[in-house]
């Protein structure tokens, strides 16, 4: 096997994944945990305020949550759960959306990036 028969293919692949554009379908929410220790917060999506749940993620203090949204999902709810339950929305899912979490379980603040 010579050594130009097995570069070649190895440079064309390499310029072709160097030029191919990465396009991203969907949309995604951001949430940053930053709340006091040991605090739990579930974060929970709806299509409909009255529906099943669409996903959902928790964590324990100083993390980061995200939940992804393909295209054919118009609009939906968020419902932050820490002690109690505060809901945002109705989103539409035209653009991605980030929001830090702050405080404790028992009093906690929602605010955007």
């Excluded at 299509?47 to 295209?71: E, K, R, T, V």
Aim: overall charge neutral; hydrophobic content about 40%.
């Amino acid at each position: 096997m010579k050594f130009t028969t097995f570069i070649i293919p190895i440079i064309v692949v390499l310029v072709t994944m160097t030029l191919v554009p990465y396009v991203e379908a969907d949309h995604t929410v951001r949430v940053v945990n930053k709340m006091a220790a040991t605090s739990m917060v579930t974060l929970t999506s709806y299509l409909d305020i009255h529906g099943a749940p669409y996903n959902s993620q928790w964590c324990i203090s100083h993390c980061h949550l995200h939940l992804h949204f393909p295209d054919n999902v118009k609009t939906f709810y968020l419902v932050y759960e820490a002690g109690e339950e505060k809901t945002r929305g109705p989103f539409t899912n035209n653009r991605d959306y980030c929001f830090h979490i702050h405080g404790t379980r028992y009093k906690y603040e929602i605010l955007d990036c």
